[in-house]
């Protein structure tokens, strides 16, 4: 007998999405490692929420509260949102599995752009549904009327704004258009907000104030990227009281750690240091793009969101080939050739301090100049 002839056909067919931040596999790592492949806060998470942590060791012999209340309570007073408009999760991807566990039946068709996060189309296919893609355009946009064209007979769409890789964040307009003719359509559309913490306040096109307007709009959040707190896996959905309610019956039971929480709570209350935050990325977003950009042979993708997507083909090096002269200075960026829709000459930089900048740009002019 072989157990693996024992699983669902589908499971079985199934392969692990690439990601980045991978220092743990690299043999360098024993010394201090560059990471700009993960796009996560430079600055680390607030100290409050280390603070909170160490704080709540206490915690630790006791079962968290399967509810999370008292982060809805925070995230709530934070956002303007009822608890009931929230579900928590151990981290935004265990949102993304369980709204496709929750609507995805088998064969279900669900629309998704190329390209984007990788997460979404796997955790399809693990609900057995088919995945359709939306190419983007050249310059890397959602062709909103397409979108909308394409969505017809669709079950769900998946959206990522800014977007992961490109770093485009996506029209206020486009999207409203895109959920009210998705809503007579009876398709549900997902839209991640994973990176919106980091957009330019002027070109902020959050739906998070239209949720109670639309039934079939929900929105994810996360305390991984801007919030800093990617080890502790914590992230959350909105979207309106029914919709909630259904996905919360396919939550498993304390999925949230109690140091998690507490993080996560102390985190959104440090207003200064997220101010900081906000600050950091927008000085270094123009610096590093200035940077990049003087660069021969670089075509960097202009940002919303705290990464910058980078063609180096006039280089004449491959992504996995910088990746790897990159890794003798130290430094780690995302080789996104995984990315449906990229090829092996697109790499992705996260944007992270001023020296650290200066020590990427430097490291790249020697190896490509």
């Not at 490692?33 to 600055?43: G, M, Q, R, Y």
């Not at 017809?152 to 964040?169: D, E, H, I, M, S």
């Amino acid at each position: 007998m072989k157990i693996e002839n024992l699983a669902k056909d589908h499971i079985r067919s199934l392969k692990p999405c690439i990601h980045g931040g991978e220092v743990w596999q690299l043999e360098s790592n024993k010394k201090k490692v560059l990471d700009f492949s993960a796009n996560v806060n430079p600055l680390g998470p607030s100290p409050k929420a280390i603070d909170a942590i160490t704080e709540s060791f206490w915690k630790i012999p006791f079962y968290p509260d399967s509810n999370t209340t008292s982060l809805k309570k925070a995230i709530s007073k934070k956002i303007g949102i009822s608890p009931e408009n929230l579900i928590v999760g151990n981290g935004s991807t265990e949102i993304i599995y369980l709204f496709t566990e929750v609507f995805i039946k088998e064969n279900d068709r669900v629309l998704i752009p190329a390209p984007t996060f990788g997460e979404y189309e796997m955790a399809v296919l693990k609900a057995n549904g088919r995945v359709e893609y939306l190419p983007l355009t050249h310059d890397f946009k959602i062709d909103a009327k397409e979108f909308i064209r394409k969505i017809k007979g669709v079950k769900a769409a998946f959206l990522c704004n800014p977007n992961n890789p490109t770093g485009l964040l996506i029209p206020f307009n486009d999207l409203i258009n895109i959920v009210d003719k998705a809503e007579k359509n009876n398709t549900v559309i997902f839209i991640d907000e994973d990176f919106m913490d980091f957009a330019p306040k002027e070109k902020d096109s959050s739906l998070i104030k239209e949720i109670d307007s639309y039934q079939n709009l929900f929105i994810l959040k996360s305390f991984t990227k801007f919030f800093g707190l990617a080890g502790l896996r914590i992230g959350y959905g909105i979207s309106n009281r029914e919709a909630i309610e259904i996905i919360s019956r396919a939550k498993i039971p304390w999925n949230v750690n109690c140091l998690a929480e507490a993080a996560a709570i102390a985190a959104l209350e440090d207003s200064e240091f997220s101010d900081k935050t906000r600050r950091l990325i927008e000085e270094e977003r123009e610096f590093l793009m200035n940077g990049l950009s003087q660069i021969k042979g670089l075509n960097v993708v202009p940002s919303d969101a705290n990464f910058f997507l980078i063609n180096i083909k006039k280089t004449g090096l491959k992504a996995k080939e910088l990746k790897s002269k990159l890794l003798n200075f130290g430094i780690l960026i995302r080789d996104c050739d995984s990315f449906k829709g990229l090829d092996e000459y697109y790499i992705r930089v996260a944007i992270r301090t001023r020296n650290e900048n200066e020590y990427l740009i430097e490291a790249l002019k020697k190896v490509i100049e």
